[in-house]
């Protein structure tokens, strides 16, 4: 079976602290996908970013980083220097690369950036 | 904006109802995913067609049915309403039918159910 966990439901930070988000996956496939979406309080689902599971290289875009390590199941999530813009909810999701194509995600955390 | 037109924005019916939830995906996309957001249950996959065919079914009721139109257009029709069924409901669209290509989603349809 497929499973996301983000053992995080609510982080609080101060503008310009980082942030780690955690996402941990389970999955018996050896070709899948790993996805971040952010959903601000609009409510509106947006992409971050896409890795596939043969690709463990990090990836920084802005102030936004990811690591993820396929030893541990993991694909974290930071912000740097934190604003009040990232607060929202943030998901992490999981698909296969064959059979079924269902996103499988994880129940979010939310993220609160206090000024 | 991700491309993905969902209407109406919100909706209010009574329960025992039936209504139409309508998703034009983003162009050139043959992939459209329905979800379900609600407070307890998360984000919860419904059913994905591609160009048209039923690619993968999820946790939809069978009080719920979908369909995908030549033109791509995908609608969810949710009938018998129950004050459960009160949630946001997504569509998101990718080019291809799996993984290897970001799915975008649309802004939601809020449905209450009263």
């Known amino acids: 079976a497929q499973k996301v966990t983000q053992a995080q439901t609510e982080i609080s930070v101060v503008e310009k602290e980082d942030v780690t988000l955690d996402c941990v996956y389970e999955?018996?496939?050896?070709?899948?996908?790993l996805f971040w979406y952010k959903q601000p309080p609009s409510g509106e689902l947006v992409f971050l970013i896409r890795?596939?599971?043969?690709?463990?290289q990090n990836e920084i875009s802005g102030r936004y980083s990811w690591n993820f390590q396929k030893s541990t199941s993991s694909f974290n999530f930071t912000i740097t220097a934190s604003q009040v813009v990232d607060s929202a909810v943030y998901f992490c999701?999981?698909?296969?690369?064959?059979?079924?194509?269902?996103?499988?995600f994880g129940t979010g955390t939310r993220l609160k950036v206090l000024a | 904006d991700s491309g993905v037109t969902q209407t109406p924005k919100h909706l209010i019916t009574a329960t025992g109802q039936r209504v139409t939830l309508r998703c034009s995906p983003r162009?050139?996309?043959?992939?459209v995913y329905w979800y379900q957001q609600s407070l307890d249950q998360g984000l919860q996959f419904l059913i994905q067609?591609?160009?048209?065919?039923?690619?993968a079914k999820g946790n939809i009721l069978e009080r719920f049915s979908a369909q995908q139109f030549p033109d791509l257009h995908s609608e969810l029709n949710l009938s018998s309403l129950e004050l459960g069924d009160s949630a946001l409901y997504f569509c998101?669209?990718?080019?291809?039918?799996?993984?290897?290509?970001?799915?975008?989603f649309g802004q939601g349809t809020r449905l209450t159910v009263v």
């Open positions: 998101a669209s990718s080019a291809s039918g799996g993984g290897n290509t970001e799915a975008f």
């Open positions: 999955t018996r496939d050896t070709t899948y996908y």
């Open positions: 890795r596939n599971s043969f690709d463990e």
């Open positions: 999701a999981l698909i296969k690369t064959s059979g079924t194509y269902k996103y499988i």
């Open positions: 162009s050139g996309d043959l992939s």
């Open positions: 067609y591609y160009n048209g065919e039923e690619r």
